[in-house]
């Protein structure tokens, strides 16, 4: 079922992958298509905060996660990327160290681009740098949206938010019609909606006993999409 007129979504989500419908083939093949092709297990670090940057990464499968830890070690998941989507870029860009780390949420097949490639393509495809900046101002405006209104959400909206955004980033790479699974652990569902893993499993039991959900293991179906939105108070 679509979210049209049901929920926000383009307030919550962004992505690269539109960036890079401005390539053309040879500049296609030139950034993404002579790299070689990586495959991440479930978990592995692709890069650290602190970390200086020698190039980006191009997600051909799979899922990627970007976090922060705080002082105590509890991580905060900025944002999910999946295929077809570029990572790492920001520091490049900016010249800086990473601020946040990435790690991979299931078996990935990821590219590494190195930045003087990146440069490269920046300096020849105009179209290519001013849909980079235009994917780099909406992805501002989200990160505005999600300190806004996670500041005076409750553990529940938190969670149903999470569940929606992370439904909508499942879709990737399904035909319609296909049913769309949530697939992620505990933990890294906490660390998407900011509350203790204690809550979540709480949380999750009481979406099910409401019929807005069904889980098996660490998978979950929204079963009524409709129901969760309004738990997240955010139509």
């Known amino acids: 079922m679509s979210l049209e007129g049901l929920f926000p979504?383009?307030?919550?989500l962004f992505s690269t992958r539109s960036v890079l419908n401005m390539l053309?083939?040879?500049?296609?093949?030139?950034?993404?298509?002579?790299?070689?092709?990586?495959?991440?297990?479930?978990?592995?670090?692709?890069f650290k905060e602190g970390m200086m940057p020698s190039g980006l990464y191009y997600i051909h499968s799979g899922k990627v996660k970007k976090y922060k830890k705080g002082a105590t070690g509890k991580e905060q998941i900025i944002y999910v990327a999946n295929k077809g989507e570029l990572i790492g870029y920001h520091a490049i860009l900016s010249e800086e160290r990473h601020q946040d780390?990435?790690?991979?949420?299931?078996?990935?097949?990821?590219?590494?681009?190195?930045?003087?490639?990146f440069f490269e393509i920046l300096q020849r495809n105009p179209q290519f740098a001013t849909s980079l900046l235009k994917a780099l101002s909406h992805e501002f405006t989200v990160f505005v949206n999600?300190?806004?209104?996670?500041?005076?959400?409750?553990?529940?909206?938190?969670?149903?938010?999470?569940?929606?955004v992370f439904r909508e980033k499942s879709k990737a790479g399904l035909s319609y019609g296909e049913t769309i699974v949530i697939d992620i652990s505990r933990s890294d569902l906490?660390?998407?909606?900011?509350?203790?893993?204690?809550n979540v499993i709480r949380l999750l039991k009481e979406f099910k006993a409401e019929g807005m959900i069904k889980t098996q293991g660490r998978k979950i179906w929204i079963q009524d999409i409709e129901k969760l939105v309004r738990r997240s108070n955010r139509s």
């Open 9 to 12: 979504i383009e307030k919550w």
């Open 24 to 46: 053309n083939e040879q500049d296609y093949i030139f950034l993404i298509g002579k790299q070689d092709i990586q495959k991440y297990r479930k978990g592995e670090i692709i």
């Open 101 to 117: 780390s990435a790690a991979v949420l299931e078996e990935s097949l990821i590219s590494f681009i190195p930045k003087e490639d």
């Open 146 to 164: 999600n300190i806004s209104a996670f500041s005076d959400a409750s553990a529940a909206e938190r969670l149903a938010i999470a569940l929606i």
């Open 190 to 198: 906490a660390g998407i909606a900011g509350i203790a893993k204690e």
